[in-house]
């Protein structure tokens, strides 16, 4: 079946450090890849996108390429804020009849410290 | 700005009590989605719909009912609540025909019952 898996959090960090949270994915098929972010009392928000391999999606900083030959969508961003403290969710999309089934990881959450 | 609208941020509803929570979206989606948010357990999808009048059990529908009379509006509907039903609600919403776009989500709204 098809499912996401990221790495457990969480994470804390310093102002400024370099950030990679990993996702992996299994599905069959050809999903789009997806990240959302989810500030403290707030529904989530799609931060970046990839539909098809190779594709890098990128936002506010933070990057991710479509990985088809490691099944991975891993988030990067060069130097984090702590504006960036979050729970970041990774998901994939994958097409049935009438609607797009979107499965979501467990999410990560990141801390990033002054 | 576009945006999927929860009405309630915030309710506390006693046990048994029917509750409705009603979700609206401005983008002229197709599909609507209601999902619930509990620590460690991730999103969890309640029900969703990929048009009006059509309704399809998610994964944990046990109770709750939903209804979409109009495109734009989903409604969450609690039976007879209980405390097992506290937790976050999540609304959200998509285009039929772009698993590239992602879902928009509301804010959410967290419901205590007591």
């Known amino acids: 079946g098809n499912s996401v898996t990221q790495m457990e959090g969480p994470v804390t960090l310093s102002e400024e450090a370099f950030l990679t949270i990993n996702c992996t994915y299994t599905?069959?098929?050809?999903?789009?890849l997806f990240w959302y972010v989810q500030y403290p009392g707030e529904g989530l928000q799609l931060l970046l996108k990839a539909t098809k391999a190779d594709d890098k999606g990128s936002n506010k900083g933070f990057e991710a390429t479509y990985r088809k030959e490691t099944t991975s969508f891993h988030l990067e961003k060069g130097s984090v804020q702590v504006s960036d403290s979050a729970v970041y969710f990774c998901a994939l999309s994958v097409r049935k009849t009438s609607y797009d089934k979107v499965i979501f990881g467990p999410g990560t959450s990141l801390s990033v410290i002054p | 700005d576009v945006k999927v609208t929860q009405s309630s941020r915030y309710l506390v509803k006693r046990t048994g009590e029917k509750v409705f929570l009603e979700c609206v979206q401005d983008?002229?989606?197709?599909?609507m989605f209601w999902y619930r948010q509990d620590p460690g357990l991730g999103l969890r999808l309640i029900y969703f719909s990929y048009d009006v009048k059509m309704k399809e059990k998610g994964d944990i529908p046990e109770g709750y009912s939903v209804s979409r009379e109009k495109k734009e509006r989903f409604s969450l509907i609690l039976e007879s609540a209980s405390t097992n039903q506290t937790s976050m609600y999540l609304c959200a919403s998509s285009p039929r025909d772009r698993n590239y776009y992602g879902y928009t989500f509301g804010s959410g709204t967290r419901l205590t019952v007591v």
């Open positions: 599905a069959t098929g050809y999903p789009s």
């Open positions: 983008m002229d989606h197709e599909n």
